[in-house]
Nanobody
Framework: QVQLAESGGGLVQPGGSLRLSCAAS????????MDWYRQAPGNQRELVAT???????RYADSVKGRFTISRDNDKNMVYLQMNNLKPEETAVYYC????????WGQGTQVTVAS
């Protein structure tokens, strides 16, 4: 049974930081590309960051220089360090991977507000 479980969301002030975590199970984690997406109310889900099995990374232009995706293959974990957060980045953040089909976690809410 595939499970992706995000954690680490919460309320943060503009300019603040959060570190999201995603615990994966039931998949050959070491072999898979892992993604972080986000979806704000009324908006489509958008790709934020990607990390390959070799830890190459890609970012949406809007988060480059502020967000860092990383992975720990020993722990089957993927992380998203988010710095200098902006109010418009308030969204539900999802961990995702493709293994025969697309899998999603349940999401973690990030609210950026003063």
């Amino acid at each position: 049974q595939v499970q992706l479980a995000e954690s680490g969301g919460g309320l943060v002030q503009p300019g603040g930081s959060l570190r999201l975590s995603c615990a994966a199970s039931g998949i050959p984690f070491n072999e898979l590309v892992m993604d972080w997406y986000r979806q704000a109310p009324g908006n489509q889900r958008e790709l934020v960051a990607t990390i390959t099995r070799g830890s190459s990374t890609r970012y949406a232009d809007s988060v480059k220089g502020r967000f860092t995706i990383s992975r720990d293959n020993d722990k089957n974990m993927v992380y998203l360090q988010m710095n200098n957060l902006k109010p418009e980045e308030t969204a539900v953040y999802y961990c995702s991977t493709f293994w025969g089909q697309l899998f999603w976690g349940q999401g973690t809410q990030v609210t950026v507000a003063s």
